[in-house]
């Protein structure tokens, strides 16, 4: 009895699995390489003044698989599925981190377009505000998601980090949709030029597990 409770350890510590998938990733400039990235990496964007990271989170998941020992395969599922909620609408996260002087961020003026069709934020949502390496700021967040109609958040310490959730009444755009994304007028910086547009592009993404 033992052995085989030995053996079905062995095997459940062996189980492995693999997803591979699609998904937006944002850039600014030339359209960067559709290489294979982890999902879940964080990608950063330089821009005048600040660094931005914008993810809209619209995984698609293209096949999976799973194996016993890391070798013998037990399971293989070819079928296209989002991972995410189709009903949610947009959601995209967006994380700012000023470089310089009382920076600004005024959702009401975010625009994402996603196949000619534009779309203004209709909530946002401060998450968290952070230093780099220490705890979030007390009271940083907001309770619940907010109209964006006349909010001004100040940014006013260089090297902060700001989160904030922006929700747009539009179905969450597909990573192969054309979708553009303008923070000119939205995040401002005294000193730097308007914020350059953002695109994305669809790249592929895996993902191992055990």
Not at 70 to 76: A, E, Q, R
Request: glycine letters at 8%; a neutral charge.
């Amino acid at each position: 009895m033992k052995s085989w409770l030995l053996f079905a350890c062995v095997l459940l510590s062996g189980c492995a699995g693999y997803r591979y998938g699609e998904v937006s990733r944002a850039y600014v400039g030339e359209p960067p390489a559709a290489t294979t990235i982890v999902r879940g990496t964080q990608n950063w964007l330089e821009v005048p003044g600040a660094r931005l990271r914008v993810e809209l989170g619209n995984e698609t998941q293209h096949s999976e698989h799973q194996v016993i020992l890391f070798i013998v395969p037990v399971m293989y599922d070819p079928i296209d599925k989002p991972l995410y909620r189709a009903g949610q609408g947009t959601q995209l996260l967006l994380e700012i981190s000023p470089q310089a002087g009382e920076a600004s961020f005024h959702p009401e003026q975010a625009l994402l377009t996603i196949d000619g069709r534009d779309y203004r934020p209709t909530a946002v949502q401060q998450i968290v505000a952070f230093d780099p390496g220490r705890y979030p700021l007390a009271g940083a967040r907001d309770a619940e998601e907010r109209s964006p109609a006349g909010l001004d958040y100040p940014m006013g310490s260089p090297g902060r980090h700001y989160q904030f959730w922006l929700r747009f009444d539009a179905p969450m755009p597909a990573p192969t949709q054309a979708i553009r994304l303008d923070l000119s007028r939205a995040v401002r910086v005294p000193g730097q030029p308007p914020l350059p547009p953002i695109r994305f592009r669809a790249v592929p993404w895996k993902q191992g597990y055990t």
